[in-house]
């Protein structure tokens, strides 16, 4: 196996599987944590993310295909989706390819609420473009159900705080386009709900802000 990543909670490694190229995502110890409880929460934690991908593909989201879960060994063995992170292609994209690509990120994550499934984080860098036409949505590393406006709302905001931060050139445009996606799934009268809460979310951090 070749690492090819390390976040806080796991780590990505590209390797072969009986001839196939897959991604394994290992979550690793935390020395921190009491031993028991450690072991307990990341295979809650694999077993969860695994759940979530399935889901998200029976709501036609693409995902990678999962192919084993290591309970004992807190690993997954999922498909390595060949393509490019929007995080590198979304800038460099004209206009219209680029709305269009929005677009369809909307309808993915409007398809996620619409069973009341939170991807929890939501950024470009999760999401890879595949043969120039087809979006994965990746890392449900933190994913969870949740039906309350707010719990979407945190999700799309964070969406939209990444765009910012990354994109910022494009970043309002990108999200119109996202929203106008989502609300093809969810019709007019959800998105509205969601788009305020998106709304209320900013005025309350600029609020913290201003008070600190």
């Known amino acids: 196996m070749r690492l090819i990543s390390k976040g806080a909670e796991a780590n990505l490694y590209l390797a072969d599987l009986y001839g196939r190229s897959v991604i394994v995502k290992k979550r690793i110890p935390k020395p921190y ?33 999962i192919y084993l879960v290591d309970r004992k060994d807190t690993t997954i063995f999922m498909e390595y989706v060949r393509g490019v992170r929007i995080k590198e292609v979304l800038d460099f994209l004209d206009e219209g390819r680029r709305e269009r690509v929005c677009v369809q990120i909307g309808r993915l994550i409007g398809r996620l609420h619409s069973i009341s499934l939170i991807h929890g984080d939501l950024t470009t860098s999760n999401m890879i473009l595949f043969n120039d036409e087809k979006i994965f949505l990746i890392d449900f590393g933190l994913s969870f ?21 990354t994109h910022h050139e494009h970043a309002e445009a990108s999200m119109r386009s996202i929203f106008l996606g989502y609300e093809e799934v969810s019709g007019a009268q959800t998105t509205l709900k969601i788009l305020r809460k998106v709304r209320e979310i900013e005025y309350r951090g600029r609020y913290f802000h201003e008070r600190v």
């Not at 450690?38 to 759940?51: F, G, H, M, P, Q």
């Open 33 to 65: 944590r009491n031993p028991k409880l450690d072991i307990k929460l990341r295979v809650t934690r694999t077993v969860r993310e695994a759940e979530c991908i399935h889901e998200a593909k029976k709501a036609s989201v693409p995902t990678p295909v």
């Open 145 to 165: 159900h949740s039906r309350d406006e707010e719990d979407k709302g945190v999700d799309l905001h964070l969406l939209k705080r990444s765009l910012h931060s």
